[in-house]
Structures are given as structure tokens and as C-alpha cells.
């Protein structure tokens, strides 16, 4: 009976299970992104090997590397939020004080 069922109400069940396994799906991609820091690691070390060949001066790269600290807080933040496990130990991220 419980193949029957499902093939019977398929037309009324059928959009709504669509619905929610998509929606599933996107917040499982977004999650993933919002807390994946290997980017950010990534272009640290871009930055870090543009300073050592002399493509760019201390100020450019204490400016960017600004930026990109930010962004690792922020991912720390998400993850936070999750309930992930952070790299860096029972440690909170600093709220603004704009917030």
C-alpha cells in the first residue's frame, strides 16, 4: 500500500517535496560556502608571495591583508553561528560596536 500511496498523492505531494529538497539543497550549498575559509586562506598566501617578489609595498599589503582578516572573521563568525567546531579554540568573534 505504501508504494500506491505515494504514486496516488504524488500530484499533491509531489511540488511541496520538490519545494522543500531544493530549498534544502540551496541552504546545504550556502552554508558550505558561508563557512569555508580555503579561499581566503588562499589568497593570504597570494598576498604574502606578491610582497616577497616585490609586486607590491608594505602598505598595499597591510591594507589588503586588513581585508582578508576580516573576511576569516567573518567565516568564524558563521561558523559560529552553526555550531561548527573553529580552528582557533573556544574563542567568540568581537561584535562591532556599530551593531
Do not use: N
Not at 12 to 30: D, H, I, N, Q
Not at 49 to 61: A, F, K, N, T, V
Request: aromatic share 8%; hydrophobic share 40%.
Amino acid at each position: 500500500m505504501g508504494i500506491l500511496k505515494h504514486v496516488l498523492f504524488w500530484p499533491v505531494t509531489g511540488p511541496t517535496f520538490l519545494a522543500r529538497y531544493s530549498m534544502e539543497k540551496v541552504e546545504e550549498v550556502t552554508r558550505q560556502q558561508l563557512t569555508d575559509d580555503s579561499a581566503v586562506r588562499e589568497d593570504l598566501m597570494a598576498l604574502q608571495m606578491e610582497l616577497e617578489l616585490g609586486d607590491i609595498d608594505e602598505e598595499e599589503y597591510v591594507r589588503r591583508e586588513a581585508e582578508l582578516m576580516q573576511r576569516l572573521r567573518e567565516v568564524r563568525a558563521w561558523r559560529e553561528h552553526f555550531g561548527m567546531p573553529t580552528s582557533g579554540g573556544a574563542v567568540q568573534v568581537a561584535r562591532d560596536e556599530d551593531e
